[in-house]
């Protein structure tokens, strides 16, 4: 079954530095990967999605991803961080089933 | 246009009673999720429809747990003899068709407590 790992539940990050989230899947077939941001009492919204293509991913808000198979990970960076990226992130992994698994989320505070 | 929509946003019920969830997706969407997602967690998934048919239910916890889209538009889940566990935000996604590298569109959630 595939599964993903998020490490350390929050993530401080002060504004302008980089913001990096990791994660690590686990798939028996290539994997389907996303990132999905929820803002407070907000549904979770697609920033990128890796589908086999090109394995650099560009998302919304200056959000990027790269995947690594041999590293088995998805992490995922943007340059410069802003006080509106202060929300929950969550990576995903669907194996080909219509189903998404998702890993626990990273709480991103951002320090002025 | 207007997104994934679910009411109640909230849900107090006591343990033993019955609710149910709805669910209106996206126009046009045939694919429909319900996932639950528990405090400090990533949503778990539940359950998938493909049209009016749970394509997949393999996520249900148990058979105190069902759902229908009964017009392949709108959906229900239903909880029976509630738990204190069932406690929880429960998400519905829609997606224009059924494919895995499909984005997933999420409602707000319905939290649901039980006292």
């Known amino acids: 079954a595939q599964s993903v790992t998020q490490l350390g539940s929050h993530v401080s990050v002060s504004e302008g530095a980089l913001v990096l989230l990791r994660c690590n899947y686990s798939s028996s077939v290539p994997p389907y990967l996303f990132w999905y941001v929820q803002y407070p009492n907000q549904g979770l919204q697609l920033l990128l999605k890796y589908t086999s293509a090109a394995t650099l991913v560009k998302g919304i808000n200056g959000f990027e991803a790269e995947f690594k198979k041999s590293e088995t990970s998805f992490h995922l960076t943007k340059p410069s961080a802003h006080m509106s990226d202060a929300a929950e992130y969550f990576c995903a992994v669907s194996d080909g089933n219509n189903r998404l698994a998702f890993g626990k989320g990273n709480q991103v505070v951002v320090i002025p | 246009g207007a997104g994934v929509s679910q009411t109640p946003s909230n849900k107090v019920t006591e343990k033993g009673k019955y609710v149910e969830l709805r669910c209106d997706p996206i126009?046009?969407?045939?694919?429909l999720y319900w996932y639950r997602q528990s405090l400090g967690q990533g949503p778990e998934f539940l359950i998938y429809?493909?049209?009016?048919?749970?394509?997949?239910d393999s996520g249900l916890p148990n058979d105190r747990f069902f759902a229908v889209r009964p017009e392949g538009s709108v959906s229900t889940l239903k909880i029976q003899r509630t738990e204190r566990g069932d406690s929880a935000v429960y998400l519905c996604?829609?997606?224009?068709?059924?494919?895995?590298?499909?984005?997933?569109?999420f409602g707000p959630g319905t939290r649901l407590t039980v006292t």
């Open positions: 996604a829609s997606s224009p068709v059924g494919v895995p590298y499909y984005e997933q569109y």
């Open positions: 429809f493909q049209g009016t048919g749970a394509a997949d």
């Open positions: 126009s046009g969407h045939t694919a």
